[in-house]
Each structure stands twice: as structure tokens, then as C-alpha cells.
């Protein structure tokens, strides 16, 4: 696996967690699951919501409404990281089955995925939207947050109470989780896409419309620089 960059202060430490304190993937990772608890009904958890033809996420929208999402977003500046922690999101919560979300993502998103009887993925293909890369083991594969948590915080869900944190955490329905690969996941971090894009270029109409989509559903507001590089990721789609 790629060695994994090192980011600042909101960046990798070595913890063994991404930049977005996602702890890296595998059996010890779908052990410890967080207790389950009611989502609020303005974010709900959904199920195993299946992507859109052409699309690699669910809940995706076209071109044309994601610039309209996009411009209807309020434009803020960052917000501090003061009282942040990845605890206030509470994460991998019990999706039935013995089955947790990063259980579900990795079934959702691989193929021929294999699980044992406590729904760990044991076998599969996976095809990583951020870099192109392969991957065969789910040991290497992080769950990623397309909003990550921290760039949450800072955007608006310092203020929100812990139950809709828990939704938007394990978003099911919306372009929210996907499995990428871990270094391609560790680069990122919890930055914006004005200082960090996928590096496979073809991913970015995708990435543009689930940023875009995420952050409007939910009522985060976006920078500047953060609301221009998302105009040009939403502008390579084809027309």
C-alpha cells in the first residue's frame, strides 16, 4: 500500500486513522461498532440504496442540479475545529444483519464481495473512484466521507445536535460513503476540494455533484476557493 501523506493538524497522525479519523479498514475495524440509535427524520440512515446507472455513488444528481445546488449554498468562511472530535460522529453504526455501514458500503460498492457470518467482506473486487486503483483485499479499503467529518464541522455541524451527526455520518442514501483506496483516502484527508482532488481526473464530475449534494442537503455552507473548484470539477461533466 502506498504510504500513506501526512497532513497538518487535522491531518494523519500515527494513530493508524485518516486525516478524517477514519480508522483504517479490515476485520479489527468491523469489530468495534458504535451502538445503534434512531436517525432523526430530516437525515435518514436509508439502506442499501443502489447508484444510479453511470454513477458509482447513490443519490446522485445531474450536471444542471448540481450547479443549481451549487449556487443556492451560502458562502461562509471556515469554521474553528474547537470542540471537534470524530467521537461526536458516531460511526459504524448497526445497519441489520450483523451488518455495520462500512459493511454495507463494501457490499455496495465491490464486486463478487464475499461476507462470513459476521458480515465482514472476506473476498471481492473493488474499484477506487479517487485514484482507478484495484483493490482485492477490504483490509486495504477505507470507507471514505465525501464531506469529510472535520470539513463538516468547520462548515456547519459544530452546531447540530449528536443524532443528526449519527445520520450524516452513515448516509446510506446520499453520495456520502464510498470504499476507495486507503492512500488515495489518507491524501485527502479532511481537506476541500480547493485544496485537494482526486488525482484520476475522469472522477471529477462525480466528485463535484457529491460534495455539492451532500453539503446542500444538509445546509453546509462553502468558501470561496471551495465553490470555484467545485464549478470546475461539475464543468468536466459531459454535456
Known amino acids: 500500500m502506498a504510504a500513506a501523506l501526512l497532513l497538518g493538524l487535522s491531518g ?13 479498514g479490515g476485520p479489527a475495524a468491523s469489530a468495534s461498532r458504535a451502538p445503534s440509535a434512531p436517525a432523526p427524520s430530516a437525515a435518514p440512515p436509508g439502506g442499501d440504496a443502489k447508484p444510479a446507472s453511470g454513477d458509482v455513488l447513490p443519490g446522485m444528481v445531474g450536471a444542471a442540479a448540481a450547479r443549481a445546488q451549487l449556487a443556492a449554498l451560502t458562502t461562509g468562511k471556515p469554521g474553528t475545529m474547537a470542540g471537534y472530535s470524530r467521537d461526536r460522529f458516531t460511526h459504524w453504526a448497526e445497519q441489520g444483519a450483523k451488518c455495520d455501514t462500512r459493511e454495507v458500503v463494501l457490499k455496495r460498492d465491490g464486486k463478487d464481495v464475499a461476507q462470513d457470518s459476521e458480515c465482514r467482506a472476506v473476498s471481492g473486487s473493488w474499484k477506487s473512484l479517487y485514484d482507478g486503483a484495484v483493490v482485492n483485499e477490504a483490509s486495504k479499503l477505507d470507507i471514505d ?7 463538516a464541522w468547520r ?35 479532511d481537506q476541500s476540494p480547493d485544496l485537494w482532488q482526486p488525482p484520476d481526473k475522469s472522477s471529477w464530475c462525480q466528485y463535484g455533484r457529491a460534495w455539492t449534494t451532500v ?25
Open 145 to 151: 466521507h465525501m464531506v469529510p467529518l472535520a470539513e
Open 215 to 239: 453539503k446542500s442537503h444538509y445546509g453546509l455552507t462553502v468558501t470561496e476557493a471551495e465553490r470555484a473548484m467545485l464549478t470546475t470539477m461539475i464543468d468536466t461533466c459531459a454535456a
Open 155 to 189: 462548515s456547519g455541524a459544530s452546531g447540530w445536535d449528536a443524532a443528526k451527526r449519527k445520520a450524516f455520518a452513515n448516509d446510506l442514501v446520499r453520495p456520502q460513503l464510498l470504499a476507495v483506496s486507503a492512500a488515495s483516502n489518507r491524501s485527502k484527508g
Open 12 to 24: 494523519c497522525g500515527g494513530s493508524g486513522k485518516s486525516g478524517d479519523g477514519k480508522t483504517p
